[in-house]
């Protein structure tokens, strides 16, 4: 009988290596994401794979998986233990290797495979570890899933009848290229600097761009699971300050960088100019809205209001719903709606058909932003940013919050919210409008310009973005009306980046 975890122990003792340890707060609302060592050990993780290969069975999927790791020192490791455990309950694995999530994600079709395991810390900093998960492609675990698997392992409630298979599927990666540039060409060679921040992406991104024709300068594509300069996430912007400097130097068209496990794209333009995910998705929309009049989209909370009052989008009939964040929740909500792309904040970019198959893959919107600029020639990655409407928007800014309490810190601060506009009280200085309170809260004051706080589904944080359509001045005044909120909340500390 295999024993249940407990929620923490002390590393080099006897305990630590007998004793499976996981965290409770590692179960997230979507995925898993522990401290390696600190808050899960290699027999956690094995009861991590135990407790998946149990929801399979009770769910009734057919038990077969594919399994992949991304490129840090312990997860290779940390897969062999989470095979282990799904091997136990009687589960059959096929392991692609050292893959990018869209490649496990993909695997799912290639192979014709129910489910999927991805040993992936994303752009979380090292010493992070976690899994990327489902049991009904293209769809990943959402909060029912997530909780029940919690209770399985926490309770250790396994069915580990036995009786799994293992493969190594040799020469995936080639497989997943072939899926992506088995396509016409593009009609130039667009150069473009592909950032990898030397984790897994630097092994396929780059080659995978010049095969489609680009004139790719790679930068930071060798392998080196220390990160020696920066964290591969291109919400960071000291990733993005590195690609808007060699994107200068070498005189590229548009920089791309991509996140640890290659689900995510940043973007730079010819001009060095840092463009947010949620501006890049406005010009894609404009884009995929002209070959495609009248198509449903689907943003995060996060995203800029421009989904909604972009005259382009107007024009070409696009319709914007805005949902949750968090990869799950928008790839179930395009699954929902036949929306044609669901755009998230962070560069979670997820293409339906005809363009994809409705997972987050960054090389899908690499080669999206490549189309778009052989659609569009004669105009340079800036041209078309300037002609969106012009917004003032902040970075994704996040003070630190304690995973056992940023829950009710949002609580209290959209009850907060909510009395202000009861009571008719201002918000920087303007009338409440509007509270979007699907995902933590975004209030609106009367000229448009809004502020969100949601607590992070990843991190020990909360996630506070702010927007203007007015002025710079307007996007300060709100940042400082809700950090003034956040500030009644003593368990609020200090923020990532401000603006």
């Not at 007998?18 to 009861?47: C, H």
């Not at 396929?204 to 680009?214: R, V």
């Not at 933590?440 to 502020?451: A, C, E, H, I, K």
Request: glycine fraction near 10%; charged fraction near 25%.
């Amino acid at each position: 009988m295999f024993p249940k975890p407990l929620p923490s122990l002390t590393p080099n003792t006897l305990e630590y290596e007998s004793l499976p340890m996981v965290k409770p707060t590692g179960f997230r609302e979507y995925d898993a994401r522990w401290l390696f060592e600190e808050e899960i050990n290699l027999m956690g993780m094995q009861a991590l794979g135990m407790g998946i290969g149990t929801l399979i069975h009770e769910r009734g999927v057919r038990p077969d998986i594919v399994v992949g790791h991304d490129f840090r020192g312990y997860s290779a490791s940390i897969k062999m233990a989470v095979i282990n455990g799904l091997l136990a309950a009687g589960v059959n694995v096929h392991d692609i290797g050292l893959a990018l999530s869209p490649m496990a994600y993909f695997g799912q079709f290639a192979l014709d495979l129910p489910a999927v395991a991805m040993i992936t810390a994303s752009h979380n900093d090292n010493g992070w570890t976690g899994v990327k998960m489902g049991i009904d492609r293209p769809m990943t675990f959402g909060p029912e899933e997530m909780g029940r698997l919690k209770e399985i392992v926490l309770e250790a409630a396994f069915d580990l009848k036995g009786g799994g298979s293992y493969r190594f599927v040799d020469g995936f990666a080639d497989t997943y290229a072939r899926d992506l540039t088995d396509r016409p060409k593009l009609k130039r060679p667009i150069k473009v600097v592909a950032a990898c921040g030397n984790g897994t992406a630097g092994a396929f991104a780059p080659k995978i761009l010049e095969t489609l024709g680009a004139e790719v300068i790679p930068l930071d594509a060798e392998l080196d699971h220390t990160f020696p300069r920066y964290n591969p996430n291109p919400e960071d912007m000291q990733m993005l300050h590195a690609l808007r400097d060699k994107v200068l130097e070498v005189g590229a068209e548009v920089g791309l960088g991509f996140d640890g496990d290659g689900d995510r794209c940043g973007v730079v333009d010819n001009e060095g100019e840092e463009i947010f995910a949620d501006k890049v998705g406005v010009m894609l929309a404009r884009d995929i809205s002209a070959l495609h009049p009248g198509c449903q989209f689907v943003v995060d909370v996060k995203s800029t209001g421009l989904f909604n009052t972009d005259p382009v989008l107007q024009a070409n009939g696009a319709k914007t719903d805005y949902f949750k964040t968090g990869h799950s929740y928008i790839k179930r909500r395009v699954n929902e709606l036949d929306a044609i792309v669901g755009f998230e904040k962070s560069g979670h970019y997820f293409f339906n058909a005809p363009i994809g198959r409705g997972y987050d893959d960054g090389l899908v919107s690499a080669i999206a932003i490549l189309d778009m600029l052989d659609r569009n020639p004669g105009k340079t990655m800036a041209d078309l940013r300037r002609d969106l409407p012009k917004t003032w928007g902040s970075p994704t800014m996040s003070p630190k919050c304690a995973d056992e309490v940023k829950y009710d810190v949002v609580d209290r601060v959209i009850s907060r919210f909510k009395q202000m506009k009861e009571n008719g009280e201002t918000v920087a200085g303007r009338a409440i409008t509007d509270l979007i309170t699907v995902n933590g809260v975004r209030v609106v004051s009367d000229d448009g310009t809004w502020g969100l706080v949601r607590a992070s589904s990843n991190k020990p944080e909360l996630v506070v973005v702010v927007e203007s359509p007015v002025s710079e001045e307007r996007l300060h005044e709100m940042f400082k009306a809700v950090d003034g909120i956040l500030r009644e909340n003593d368990e609020v500390g200090a923020y990532n980046q401000t603006i």
